[in-house]
Structure formats: structure tokens, C-alpha cells
């Protein structure tokens, strides 16, 4: 089984930066899709931004230019480096695979993906 377990969360004032990881207790498959989604209370789960096993990544509107998703395959790691943080980005950060044989496009519905972390609170004042 896959197992995730995310990190990195905490408390920033407005336009601070923190930097998730998300580690997984078995080794990953290169061509797996990796996704950082987000839960506010009383909101629907929502892509964040997800990368594809080529390395391509993809971004919610709402988080292109100051969110950066990365992985490194070696260390079954996934990061989300966010940066330029407001208060509507508060919620708890979720991170999740997909298995997949095509390493070029990831699917952005939460629905797609079977591998999900605990959850790191983010929350932003």
C-alpha cells in the first residue's frame, strides 16, 4: 500500500511562504500522477496543482504564479513550495497520487486520485 504523510503546514501572516512535503511509505512509480488539493471548511476539495510523471505540472487559477509543485522521484517526495500566501489559501492541504501508465497529463478532480495523505493545516491571517 501506498501511505502518505504530509508536513510543512503551520501559521503565516499574509504574503509569507511555507513549503509542504508529502513523503510516501512505498516507493512510487515513476509515471504516477502526484497532486496537492486543499479543503477549506464547509468547501468542496479542490486541485491545487498536480504533476504529471514527465515532470509537467498544472495549477489552479487561483494559485498559478505563486504555488510551485515539485517532486523527486528518488526520495518519494512531492513539495508545494507556496509563496505570496492570503488568507483565502487557509485550509487543510492534502496531498495524493494516482496510479498511472502515461507520465504526460494528470486528471485535476480530487475523485481521480486513490492515494491520500492525512492532511497539514494551512492557515494564512
Known amino acids: 500500500h501506498v501511505q502518505l504523510v504530509e508536513s510543512g503546514g503551520g501559521s503565516v501572516q499574509a504574503g509569507g511562504s511555507l513549503r509542504l512535503s508529502c513523503v510516501s511509505s512505498?516507493?512510487?512509480?515513476?509515471?504516477?500522477?502526484m497532486g496537492w488539493f486543499r479543503q477549506a471548511p464547509g468547501k468542496e476539495r479542490e486541485g491545487v496543482a498536480v504533476i504529471a510523471g514527465s515532470g509537467s505540472p498544472g495549477y489552479a487559477d487561483s494559485v498559478r504564479g505563486r504555488f510551485t509543485i515539485s517532486k523527486d522521484t528518488a526520495e518519494n517526495a512531492l513539495y508545494l513550495q507556496m509563496n505570496q500566501l492570503k488568507p483565502e489559501d487557509t485550509a487543510m492541504y492534502y496531498c495524493?497520487?494516482?496510479?498511472?501508465?502515461?507520465?504526460?497529463?494528470?486528471?485535476?478532480?480530487?475523485?481521480?486520485?486513490?492515494?491520500w495523505g492525512q492532511g497539514t493545516q494551512v492557515t494564512v491571517s
Open positions: 495524493a497520487a494516482r496510479s498511472s501508465r502515461i507520465v504526460i497529463g494528470c486528471p485535476r478532480g480530487p475523485s481521480a486520485y486513490e492515494y
Open positions: 512505498a516507493n512510487i512509480r515513476a509515471s504516477y500522477c
